[in-house]
């Protein structure tokens, strides 16, 4: 636990904190809305020759400030088309590696035939050479990189119309990359867009999700899984619609609309979008089964852009979302916050829509809160008032000049920021989780760091933490501020990745420029510039030996799953040594169970509590710990 006492000393001294309060946008901002067409994603097919673009760009990396390394790279900036890959992991012994989608040359026509896997590895002192070519022989894009084996590594991308291309090596950091190719099905379908996780003894299990591109069983396009098995060298599942994501439920599940997460035999999957339910598919056998958790209720699940018309404006996920699973199998959940509309009452061109840019908040949710309950107006359930009214909003953005509202000043009037794929202010989230604490990092516009021409704001990788898995959420930081060479960059992508080591809590990569918004948009005309992909060394060791860095002064108590039916799964997280005792009351606060767990050690203990003969109704749990006791509701079905 030292490691996690440390970060609250160290985070006071490196980045400047900002409270938890919410300021406003201006009314007149916030209720301003930007017609937008909706575009199907597409790659471009490289032509027959290299054009020799040379880079216009910067190398800043003699420049970083801090614990900061430049790793990678790129002209070509578009790295999701809504839901970001599993790009970057960390190792038990503390080397570490990550990937981007890389492209350099031949910007013309945004075709970019030397396009592919940028990829850098950190030996446990060093990160490598930034890459000056691709890893594979021909042009992919969109890598998810996983552990392999033993001590292995595995990459997939897709050769777009193609195939799928695995990448694959059994020692991390070194050695030829054998290559793998996946069809898919066949028929029209162009297997595209890729994620991909490990899983199992030895990460023996390779569980997938793609895109079908094409039309494909009843929808406009499709989400299929697949498992290939290490230890026979088959695909034992291939190609299948699961359970609840087919055409009876979704009109269509489309490019990068999924994300993924494992941890021991657990795998996730994890699927988002502005236009159908936010909902995951978990599976405790390392995808042999799965279950269907529908987080929130999308109230036009067969959205269609050319008819679907609508009565108020929907408070939706932003197109931007991810997650994690903790020590006890729960998940973990966050998503950026949009808004958006085909009005009934004011109906745009078929295959447009309204969104509302001055949208801002990043929520959060975890297996133990059950269905988000809708408000009132089911149209406003992902409001980011309301979402804070019922504890699931854990990131926006900050009043940085203390003026009471965001952007009350700055710009022209036009939307001060870009989109991107997602539509919300704070964007693009990541989340990660090392013992009983969370990290969140997200891209947020920033007010007062503004571009020279006064018209648009940079955004910055802001970070929080919560100490209590999700529980509570302590101050935000600005990972950017005050740092001379993160002034005029535009810091997106962020990826936060839990860090195993005796020593280590959290790593983060993300991608910087110094222009917003991306070069590949090709409506906005922008010239190429060079992106570069900077890790940012987690690694918090000043006041280690501080005992007096304590998170709380009473032991924190985690259940799961809340509600619960015959077992209940505590976790205890101790500052010191302590005797410890569990009681279960009722509303009358009559004492139903007495539990003595005995004597535990300092840092987070866990046990299980048999509550099969509770009826169902609400109780309340008290964990005593030496003279301290804390309390939290329990919910039995």
């Known amino acids: 636990m030292k490691k996690i006492f440390s970060l609250l000393v160290l985070l006071g001294i490196l980045y400047s904190g900002y409270a938890q309060q919410r300021a406003p946008v201006n009314r007149e901002l916030y209720n301003k809305s930007v017609v937008r067409k909706h575009l199907s994603p597409y790659d471009e097919v490289a032509p027959g020759q290299n054009q020799n673009f040379l880079s216009p760009g910067v190398n800043k990396d003699a420049q970083l400030l801090g614990d900061e390394t430049e790793i990678i790279e790129t002209v070509y900036d578009l790295q999701t088309n809504t839901n970001l890959a599993n790009r970057f992991w960390v190792w038990e012994d503390g080397t570490m590696a990550a990937v981007c989608t890389r492209g350099v040359e031949s910007p013309a026509g945004f075709a970019f035939p030397d396009r592919g896997t940028g990829y850098n590895f950190f030996d446990g002192s060093a990160w490598g050479p930034k890459p000056s070519a691709r890893i594979e022989a021909v042009k992919t894009g969109w890598p998810s990189i996983a552990p392999w084996g033993e001590n292995g590594e595995i990459i997939v991308s897709h050769n777009f119309p193609n195939y799928l291309l695995f990448s694959y090596r059994e020692t991390k950091g070194t050695g030829t990359w054998e290559t793998m190719n996946y069809n898919g099905p066949g028929s029209s379908v162009q297997p595209s867009w890729p994620r991909m996780v490990t899983s199992g003894?030895?990460?023996?299990?390779?569980?997938?999700?793609?895109?079908?591109?094409?039309?494909?069983?009843?929808?406009?396009?499709?989400?299929?899984?697949?498992?290939?098995?290490?230890?026979?060298?088959?695909?034992?599942?291939?190609?299948?619609?699961?359970?609840?994501?087919?055409?009876d439920y979704y009109l269509e599940i489309n490019a990068d609309d999924y994300v993924m997460a494992s941890k021991g035999d657990i795998v996730v999957i994890l699927c988002s979008s502005a236009w159908f339910d936010l909902f995951m598919l978990k599976s405790p056998d390392n995808g042999e089964t799965w279950e269907k958790t529908i987080i929130w209720n999308h109230p036009y699940p067969f959205f269609d852009f050319n008819s679907t018309l609508m009565s108020d404006t929907l408070y939706t996920v932003d197109n931007s979302a991810t997650c994690a699973i903790d020590d006890n199998g729960m998940v973990h959940v966050v998503w950026g916050i949009g808004r958006a509309a085909r009005l009934?009452?004011?109906?745009?061109?078929?295959?447009?829509?309204?969104?509302w840019p001055y949208t801002d908040g990043v929520g959060y949710w975890n297996e133990s809160m059950g269905q988000i309950p809708e408000n009132d107006n089911v149209h406003h359930t992902m409001m980011p008032e309301y979402l804070e009214s019922i504890g699931m909003l854990a990131g926006w953005t900050q009043d940085v000049n203390n003026s009471g509202f965001i952007f009350d000043y700055e710009g022209t009037g036009d939307p001060q920021f870009p989109t991107y794929r997602s539509l919300g202010i704070s964007t693009m989230p990541s989340i990660a989780i090392n013992g009983g604490m969370i990290a969140l990092a997200y891209a947020s516009t920033t007010e007062t760091y503004v571009t020279t021409d006064g018209t648009m704001n940079y955004k910055h990788i802001w970070t929080r933490f919560s100490y209590d898995l999700g529980e509570t959420w302590g101050d935000f930081y600005d990972l950017n501020?005050?740092?001379?060479?993160?002034?005029?960059?535009?810091?997106?992508?962020?990826?936060?990745?839990?860090d195993p080591s005796p020593d280590g809590a959290f790593q983060?990569?993300?991608?910087a420029d110094n222009a917003p918004d991306l070069y590949l948009d090709e409506e906005l005309q922008l010239e190429p510039t060079l992106n570069r992909i900077i890790h940012n060394s987690m690694n918090f060791t000043v006041g280690l030996n501080d005992q007096s860095a304590s998170i709380s002064d009473n032991p924190l108590l985690h259940l799961f799953p809340n509600p619960a039916s015959k077992t209940v799964h505590l976790t205890v997280d101790l500052t010191q040594p302590a005797n410890v005792a569990c009681e279960i009351f009722s509303m009358t606060g009559q004492k139903i169970i007495g539990h003595h767990a005995g004597q535990m050690n300092k840092g987070i203990n866990t046990f299980d509590l048999d509550i099969s003969s509770l009826s169902s109704g609400i109780y309340f749990c008290t964990i005593t710990a030496g003279i301290e006791k804390v309390t939290k509701k329990l919910i039995v079905k």
Not at 223 to 228: A, E, I, T
Not at 346 to 355: I, S
Not at 481 to 498: G, K, Q, R, T
Request: with cysteine; hydrophobic share 30%.
């Open 201 to 247: 003894e030895n990460n023996n299990y390779l569980s997938m999700v793609y895109n079908t591109y094409n039309a494909y069983q009843g929808q406009t396009a499709a989400m299929l899984y697949s498992r290939y098995n290490k230890d026979t060298q088959t695909w034992d599942i291939q190609d299948v619609i699961l359970d609840g994501t087919g055409s």
């Open 344 to 355: 009934a009452a004011a109906p745009p061109e078929p295959g447009y829509y309204n969104y």
């Open 481 to 498: 501020a005050d740092n001379l060479f993160h002034m005029y960059d535009e810091c997106i992508y962020p990826v936060v990745a839990p």
């Open 508 to 511: 983060l990569i993300y991608q």
